[in-house]
């Protein structure tokens, strides 16, 4: 009995090792791909920096502490949507800029000749997009509660943190999409061109009450949309709509971005590899 429980003891041993050893592989590429892009300041301030200005400017300058909108604090409105617009920046310029550069440099043929998993560098560059996402939100919540006045009970606070933070993945999907069609040099110009436009007809940087009617209309197609309802959920200034159609509509559009993805990178292993 004693043999047999040492055996099995042995055999798990030898099953957790190596899980062990690849669950380190992937916490170091995770790191090292943040401290990358921590140490890129183009990246790390612009990703903080333009959220916080925004609020800054939006929230705190030109609203007062005692404004509201339909009932709901004004500065905790815009912390909601000036959040989702900041996740969706991390999100796809960690993951499509940085993919597109390092296609162009040649660098994940030196990744694939490595012995490290070969999922480790997508799931680094979300795991990274997820930190900075986390930073977002935090550093417009200090501001909202220090100079906005505002006012949040802990649990809605990291019920906020955590819907944003999960929902930055749409978005690390859609960035790997992008980049595995954009080249080094026109990633950044795309992404500019696909996130400012979604960000302003989803009424990220305007409430969606004060777009024309058509635009309203035409946001319940956009997936930031979706992640910005969610949001203001959380601080009970959403519309009256099921969280769960916009979970599906979320988890929907990262399947089909995935399938993109999936393509572009069976397009490159059939340059490369033939």
């Known amino acids: 009995m004693a043999t047999a429980a040492s055996t099995v003891n042995n055999n798990a041993q030898v099953l ?3 899980f062990g050893r690849t669950l380190i592989i992937y916490a ?17 301030l612009s990703t903080i920096g333009f959220p916080v200005m925004f609020y ?14 339909n009932g709901t ?8 949507t000036y959040s989702t ?56 919540f200090a501001l909202g509660f220090t100079l906005g006045g505002v006012h949040l009970a802990v649990a809605d606070s990291l019920k906020l943190l955590g819907i944003l933070v999960l929902g930055s993945l749409p978005f690390c999907a859609m960035g790997l999409a992008i980049g595995y069609f954009c080249g080094p040099t026109s990633a950044t110009p795309i992404i500019n061109l696909v996130y400012v436009p979604l960000s302003f007809c989803s009424g990220l ?59 572009g990178f069976q397009r490159d292993e059939g340059k490369t590899y033939g």
């Open 205 to 263: 940087w305007v409430p969606l009450m004060f777009l024309p009617k058509a635009l309203q209309n035409f946001a319940h197609l956009l997936p930031p949309y979706h992640l910005a309802q969610l949001a203001l959920g959380a601080v009970g200034a959403g519309q009256p709509e099921s969280s769960w159609t916009h979970w599906a509509v979320l988890i929907v559009f990262t399947l089909v971005c995935l399938g993109v993805a999936r393509v």
């Open 56 to 69: 800054v400017l939006f929230g705190l300058v030109l609203n007062g502490r005692e404004a509201t909108l």
């Open 85 to 140: 617009f900041g996740v969706m920046g991390a999100s796809l310029f960690g993951t499509a800029a940085g993919l597109a550069s390092e296609r162009g440099l040649g660098w994940l043929q030196v990744k694939r000749a490595s012995p490290m998993p070969p999922f480790a560098y997508f799931v680094a560059k979300v795991v990274m997009s997820m930190i900075f996402s986390a930073a977002v939100v935090l550093a417009l």
């Open 73 to 80: 604090h004004f500065a905790t409105y815009l912390i909601a």
């Open 16 to 18: 957790i090792r190596p």
């Open 28 to 44: 170091k590429e995770a790191k090292f791909e943040f401290l990358t892009r921590l140490r890129l300041r183009a990246f790390s």
